[in-house]
């Protein structure tokens, strides 16, 4: 199922560049890290709408419509009314997680497009790899991906010193699947370890949620110290904020305007500054030396 998934990311995916940010890179490094953690979208993947689509604005309606043709699974439902029965089900979904103890709910987008189409008359495909191609191409189409620039270069020059990395990210199944569809090497060959790789759709829990970061600290063990970590990421309340809360030391990627969030208004950014700003990744390994 990989490798069909793949090609359609290869087939539906293009180039596109950062816009710049008003902010400025630090001139002051930090020292003391031993292990570093990484955002996906809008710090290693560049992210047309700065998030993963399920939680970001889109005008989902046509996206959803076309899919669905596409599919075989065609429909006379309005793409508003498409749209407001799939954000239904996403809500629905939440919901569950919420009253299953999530802090901040998030779904499995499978799970989503299963009730989805039972909702618009179909039934649900026998296929797993017919369903999880429709909602690859749905969000391939709210949502364009691209690598990061000098994303491939940034972890080969920190490879020797901090790897193997990990992830903290809302995400999807198919994320993971992002990079060896576009760059040609999987997480592990960049130097990710699986185990350290903690995916909000697994855990039903999305950032700003304080217990993505606590697995993190809970797989890396009593090695490491919440102070020798350093988290990257695009988002001040999602990455910095949360991050910090966890005791970690924080860099705000801010290398892409579409997908840099400040959050000068939201309660708990106040007061937040991260310990390095980045606006290229290739300044990192300079500000760890």
């Known amino acids: 199922m990989s490798e069909h998934l793949l090609e359609i990311i290869r087939a539906e995916t293009t180039p596109f560049d950062p816009i710049p940010t008003h902010l400025e890179t630090s001139t002051q490094g930090l020292s003391g890290i031993r292990h570093i953690a990484f955002d996906i979208y809008g710090t290693l993947i560049a992210s047309g709408v700065g998030d993963i689509g399920n939680s970001a604005p889109a005008d989902r309606g046509e996206a959803l419509l076309a899919v669905l043709n596409g599919e075989g699974f065609h429909s006379e439902k309005s793409p508003e009314s498409l749209e407001t029965l799939f954000l239904d089900e996403i809500h629905r979904s939440q919901e569950e997680s919420r009253r299953q103890g999530a802090l901040k709910a998030e779904v499995e987008i499978r799970d989503v497009w299963k009730t989805f189409l039972q909702r618009v008359g179909h039934a649900v495909p026998s296929s797993d790899e017919l369903l999880s191609?429709?909602?690859?191409?749905?969000?391939?189409?709210?949502?364009?991906?691209?690598?990061?620039?000098?994303?491939?270069?940034?972890?080969?020059?920190?490879?020797?010193?901090?790897?193997?990395?990990?992830?903290?990210?809302?995400?999807?199944?198919?994320?993971?699947?992002?990079?060896?569809?576009?760059?040609?090497?999987?997480?592990?060959?960049?130097?990710?370890?699986?185990?350290?790789?903690?995916?909000?759709?697994?855990?039903?829990?999305?950032?700003?949620?304080?217990?993505?970061?606590?697995?993190?600290?809970?797989?890396?063990?009593?090695?490491?110290?919440?102070?020798?970590?350093?988290?990257?990421?695009?988002?001040?309340?999602?990455?910095?904020?949360?991050?910090?809360?966890?005791?970690?030391?924080?860099?705000?990627?801010?290398?892409?305007?579409?997908s840099l969030r400040l959050r000068h208004d939201h309660v708990d950014c106040r007061g937040i500054q991260p310990d390095l700003v980045l606006t290229n990744l290739a300044n990192l390994p300079t500000l760890l030396s």
């Open 133 to 258: 191609t429709i909602a690859l191409r749905f969000e391939l189409s709210v949502n364009p991906v691209w690598p990061m620039a000098g994303m491939v270069q940034l972890l080969d020059d920190l490879r020797d010193r901090f790897a193997p990395f990990s992830i903290v990210s809302n995400a999807q199944f198919f994320t993971p699947l992002l990079f060896p569809a576009l760059i040609g090497r999987s997480l592990p060959e960049l130097g990710f370890e699986d185990s350290l790789c903690i995916w909000s759709y697994q855990l039903r829990e999305a950032k700003p949620s304080p217990r993505l970061f606590e697995a993190l600290l809970e797989r890396l063990g009593p090695g490491y110290k919440p102070q020798e970590i350093l988290y990257v990421g695009n988002d001040m309340l999602n990455d910095v904020s949360a991050a910090q809360k966890a005791g970690l030391k924080t860099a705000l990627f801010a290398g892409d305007k579409r």
